[in-house]
């Protein structure tokens, strides 16, 4: 059974730093990883997608990686701001087209 | 193009009541998810349809939980009777068939059980 861990569970962080998120998965035999933004009583935004045989996905300020083998994505960004603050959900594809989710990490970001 | 709707936005019911949501998908995606996400938590698959058969309802609490999609378009989930754990955001999420690329949410509906 997939189980979807992501850590921290909360992260605090001045602008401009450049931050770390956490992802990581059980069962390696996936099709593909996704990473979304949840804001505040608001539904899921797609950030990146990385099939399965990439290594990684950049998006402006947002790199997101993929190491299949061991389990474990990770997303970057680069110089935060404020209106980064939200809730990071990483989600695994895991056969017939659905996602199991991590529990996601809540990132604010201070002025 | 337009999104995946939603309604009603929120919603709050005491225990025992009987609530359902509705869900509008983006125009030609076969493929339909409705997610619970209790608080803290991420989405957890309640069930899957692909046009309206129903292809994952693994983890959908049938005692209680019920949807159907009638002509392959909208769906409805439905609670009946409501608990209190039952209290969450219910997203729902559309895609064409076999294209994770295209898996876009609503903006969920917010259900409080008193």
């Known amino acids: 059974k997939q189980e979807v861990t992501q850590i921290p569970a909360a992260l605090s962080v001045p602008e401009g730093e450049n931050l770390v998120l956490n992802c990581s998965f059980t069962d390696s035999a996936i099709y593909n990883l996704q990473w979304f933004r949840q804001d505040p009583g608001k539904g899921l935004t797609s950030l990146l997608l990385?099939?399965?045989?990439?290594r990684e996905q950049t998006s402006g300020r947002l790199n997101a990686s993929l190491d299949k083998s061991s389990g474990r994505s990770t997303l970057y960004i680069a110089a935060s701001q404020p209106g980064d603050s939200a809730t990071y959900l990483c989600?695994?594809?895991?056969?017939?087209?659905?996602?199991?989710f991590g529990t996601g990490t809540r990132l604010k970001v201070l002025a | 193009e337009a999104g995946v709707a939603q309604s009603p936005r929120y919603k709050i019911i005491e225990k025992r009541q009987s609530v359902a949501f509705w869900c509008n998908p983006i125009s030609g995606h076969a493929t339909l998810y409705w997610y619970q996400q209790i608080l803290g938590q991420g989405p957890k698959l309640l069930i899957q349809?692909?046009?309206?058969?129903?292809?994952?309802d693994s983890q959908l609490p049938k005692d209680r939980f019920s949807a159907e999609r009638l002509k392959g378009v909208d769906s409805t989930l439905k609670i009946q009777p409501a608990k209190l754990e039952d209290s969450a955001v219910y997203l729902c999420a559309s895609s064409l068939v076999g294209q994770p690329y295209g898996y876009t949410f609503g903006s969920g509906t917010r259900l409080t059980v008193v």
């Open positions: 989600a695994v594809h895991s056969g017939t087209y659905k996602y199991i």
């Open positions: 349809f692909q046009n309206n058969g129903v292809v994952d």
């Open positions: 990385i099939q399965s045989s990439q």
